[in-house]
């Protein structure tokens, strides 16, 4: 019997398929072994021992480490959208954005979606000191992240939802501070108290809280 070309296309797409399901897959442990053991720490080899794949499978896909830990990067970004920044995008616009962009940094250290916290606050410290591409991409999309804070913050003052003289820069380094002590603190103890501290400082200096409402009437 001769192939149609339908059947023929299916055929082709079929592995293509597969083959990005694998390297995804692949990239998710690869951003998860990295938050234990460090970008730097990541190799095909370790990676390769990690998830039961040989060295040859995994050149199929990196042909370098530092093209390894630069996929790592941005699936470990599209990873954070997913889980932080895609919640925060369905609130109600100015300070409902920002108090969500904040839980959801929380819930999702809660949840361990990384073993070891955050991936981008993990890996700022570590290549901060190492210049070169994947630095670059790290701090790129750390800046991108505080564009966003800084934004929300400023609609919300738009909004008359904060003080007129609230400074949006100001603003978003505070409460990435406090987003960035919290994954250090529940890192280190495993306490999910310190998150739960942390949603109520985000609350209080947002103003969202009965105290800093009390306060400001």
């Known amino acids: 019997m001769t192939e149609t070309t339908d059947q023929k296309t299916r055929a082709q797409r079929r592995p293509r398929a597969d083959g990005e399901r694998t ?122 992240f505080v564009d966003l804070l800084r934004g929300f913050a400023a609609v919300a003052i738009e909004r008359h939802e904060l003080p007129a003289d609230e400074d949006p820069a100001r603003l978003c380094f505070e409460l990435n501070g406090t987003l960035l002590a919290a994954d250090t603190s529940f890192v280190l103890h495993g306490d999910p108290a310190v998150l739960d501290l942390a949603r109520d400082v985000v609350r209080h200096r947002l103003g969202l809280s009965d105290d800093a409402r009390a306060v400001r009437q």
């Open 23 to 144: 390297r995804s897959a692949i990239l998710r442990a690869a951003a998860s072994l990295a938050t234990v053991d460090g970008l730097e720490g990541l190799s095909i080899g370790n990676l390769a021992a990690a998830i039961g794949m040989s060295k040859s499978g995994l050149y199929a896909h990196f042909g370098s480490k530092q093209e390894l830990q630069l996929a790592t990067v941005e699936e470990a970004g599209r990873i954070f959208a997913e889980e932080v920044v895609q919640p925060a995008l369905t609130a109600p616009a100015g300070l409902g954005q920002l108090e969500a962009v904040c839980d959801a940094f929380f819930d999702h250290l809660k949840r361990r979606v990384f073993p070891g916290g955050c991936f981008f606050a993990s890996a700022a410290l570590e290549m901060g000191t190492r210049p070169g591409p994947v630095k670059d991409a790290v701090a790129g999309f750390q800046k991108g």
